[in-house]
Structures are given as C-alpha cells and as structure tokens.
C-alpha cells in the first residue's frame, strides 16, 4: 500500500506502508486534495543509529512525524513489555520510555522485514500495526533531511488517496493549504499523568514535574535508592514533602507549559535543590525570568558534543528538543555548558543557590551516560 507524505513547502514524497493501514478514520484533518490524512505534525528528523523502541515511546516526539537517518531500520525487532521489578512493589517498564508510541508517524529509508536479537518479541510494524501508527519506508531519507537542514523543520502529513474526512485540530495555514502546528497546543497537557503517583526507595524523596517524562530517568532515581512523588505537570507542590524537585522533558513550546513554570518560580524562591532535564531546562529558564527561541530544526541525536564551561570537559550527549534558551542570562545565573556544533545554550546554572538544568539526556535511554554522574550531584544536594 502506498502512502504519501506531504510538506508544507509544496512537495510529496511517495512511500510503501509498513505501519498501520486504516483510511483516515482516526485523521484529525482533511487534505485539500480530498486524501485521507493519517499523521500530522511537525517534520523531524533523528540521526541515532539505534534506539528506535526508545526514541518512538519518547513523549518528546507527540505531535511529530518522525525521521530516521539511519538506513537500515527495523533488524533487531521490538523488545516485549516487561516491567522492571524492584523491591516495595515498585514497577517500571523496561525497554520503553512509556507505555505508548508517542510519535504522530514514521518515516525510514529502508525496513527490514527480517528482524533478530535475542530480545526480540516482535516486529516493529507489528507494533506500529498494533497501536495504529503509520510508517512508510523507501523514502530517500537523506535527501529530506537536508531539506529539513536547510529550510528547517517543516509542517506535514502522511495520506492515504481516496477518502474524505473532517478536519479539526489548530492548524497553520502555509501556501493556501491547511497543516495541523503542534506548537500552537499545549502538548505538556496531552502526554502529562493527569493523578500522582509515589515510589518508596529510601529515606531522601524527590518530587518530579512530570511534562512528558521519559521512565529512563524515574529508573535512574530508583535505582540509585530515592523514593519518588511522579506528579502531574499542573500539581500543586505545596500537597507533598521532598528533598529536592526535578522538572521532566516534554514536548513542545515550553512558554505554553505555565502551570509548570509557576510552580517552579515558587520554589526558586526557596532553597530546596532543583534540577531540570531537556524541557526542564527551559521551564526553569522562564521561571527565572529568561526567554527561550525554536531552533531551526532541533537537537535529535545521540552525539551532540557539548562543554561544561567551568572545567572545559566535553561529553558526547543524547538530545530531543526543539527549542533553546536564550543566551541572556538573569542575575544569579551561568551558563553551565555549552553545544560545540551551533553554541546554543546547554545548560544552567545558579552561582549560589542548589539550582541547575541541562539540555540533554544524562540518563540516554538511548545513547550515551558520559554525563550519568549529574544524577549524583543533585542527590548529593538533598
């Protein structure tokens, strides 16, 4: 079955279907040409060589067609849905970042239909199939992505020819047609736990902002024995006791997330320890007073080369973000490191109080754990 995707720059590129066939019933927009919409979003495109059942379940990626560089995808299969069991009845899935697919649609060079690891409980497009993701493969990857390089991300969808369906969702308009924007929802709202939840570890507890966690992070906290309020983005932190307060990843325009950000420029009033990852870099940005920009087509990888200012170590990092903050700091602040590719802001820090963020992924999932030991620095300020 043939599938086609669609850029807002006027271009359609054509593919064969690997993931989910449905006709449009679940679309949230009608094309113009009357074809039957199945994913809309932004156009993004990932360079990780592996790590595809990671970065799908990422809850960065909602509202996102997702492009994979590499060739070859799909040769070692899906690993099952097993819960990583710890002592106090704690529960964590172990092979995901969530308990979905996170990703509007798919886009690969090449799918490979064979699949082997020992691991392996199925297929990728048995899975896509199963949660009604659509996919398409035999698409020149390498050409698109330098297009997305060059003009930055874009807005599209994949269709389906034949079938109309009614539109509804926030869209832009770009050249007389109609693309569903992302950016202009509250996607934090979407992919947040809307009731808290707690893990009891050890003696020190640590609050989490969930704006789109991924598990990779809640593992690393339990594992290093901290006990974990899991709480909404939009909870009121003043309901619960901890040590210290960590603000997730998300998706999306992190001006959107205010709820978040007002709970976190309470606490910089006080001297509990804060650390923020990806998205929790920027909400704790704007909770300071600074601003953040989109980059032209984001950091998704897992070989960004960054330095940490106050030493000049450099780390090879795993990233998944489209926006930045601004390098105009607020008194009190630094910047903690810095992108070696483009020089963007990748993390900050307060001078005196127990306050600070990075941009990337220390816990990888997938990728890297050059910067692992950031975790230790913030338990060891509780």
């Known amino acids: 079955m043939k599938k086609i995707l669609t850029l807002a720059d006027g271009s359609a590129i054509a593919g064969d279907s690997f993931g989910a066939h449905s006709t449009g019933s679940t679309s949230s927009l009608q094309a113009s040409s009357g074809q039957a919409v199945e994913a809309e979003g932004e156009v993004v495109f990932a360079t990780g060589m592996v790590g595809y059942p990671e970065s799908l379940t990422d809850p960065s990626f909602a509202g996102q067609i997702l492009v994979l560089t590499y060739p070859l995808i799909g040769n070692y299969g899906v690993p099952k849905h097993e819960t990583w069991n710890m002592e106090h009845g704690t529960k964590v899935l172990k092979n995901f970042e969530s308990e979905k697919i996170q990703i509007a649609g798919l886009v690969v060079s090449e799918y490979s239909e064979k699949y082997s690891h020992h691991a392996a409980k199925e297929s990728l497009a048995a899975w896509l ?10 698409v020149d990857t390498r050409s698109l992505t330098q297009k997305l390089r060059e003009q930055g991300t874009i807005l599209g969808r994949i269709e ?24 202009k929802e509250h996607l934090v709202a979407r992919v947040s736990p809307t009731k808290p939840r707690f893990f009891k570890r050890g003696k020190k507890t640590v609050a989490i902002l969930d704006c789109g966690m991924k598990l990779g992070i809640l593992r690393s906290f339990l594992e290093r024995g901290i006990s974990v309020h899991h709480l909404p983005h939009d909870f009121n932190l003043e309901k619960v006791k ?13 001006a959107r997330a205010v709820e978040a950000i ?10 509990k320890p804060i650390f923020g990852i990806c998205l929790g870099n920027q909400l704790l940005a704007l909770a300071a007073g600074m601003q953040t920009f989109k980059l032209p087509y984001g950091h998704r990888s897992q070989n960004q080369p960054v ?4 030493t000049g170590r450099c780390f090879i990092t795993s990233q998944n973000h489209g926006f930045a903050v601004r390098n ?9 490191f810095e992108n ?13 109080k127990p306050f600070f963020s990075v941009q990337f992924h220390p816990e990888a999932s997938p990728g890297p754990t050059d910067t692992e030991f950031l975790f230790d620095e913030f338990i060891a300020k509780l």
Do not use: C
Request: hydrophobic share 25%.
């Open 340 to 352: 070696l590719n483009d020089g963007s802001i990748e993390g900050l820090r307060h001078r005196s």
């Open 307 to 310: 330095r940490e200012i106050k």
């Open 262 to 271: 007002h709970s976190i420029r309470q606490q910089l009033k006080k001297s």
């Open 160 to 183: 389906n020819r034949g079938q109309r369906v009614e539109g509804r969702g926030q869209k832009s308009d770009v050249g007389g047609q109609k693309f569903y924007d992302p950016n």
């Open 328 to 336: 105009k700091m607020k008194a009190g602040w630094e910047v903690a």
């Open 242 to 254: 901890f040590d210290g307060l960590f603000i997730s990843n998300g998706p999306g325009d992190p």
């Open 129 to 138: 199939q199963r949660e009604n993701i659509p996919a398409i493969t035999g």
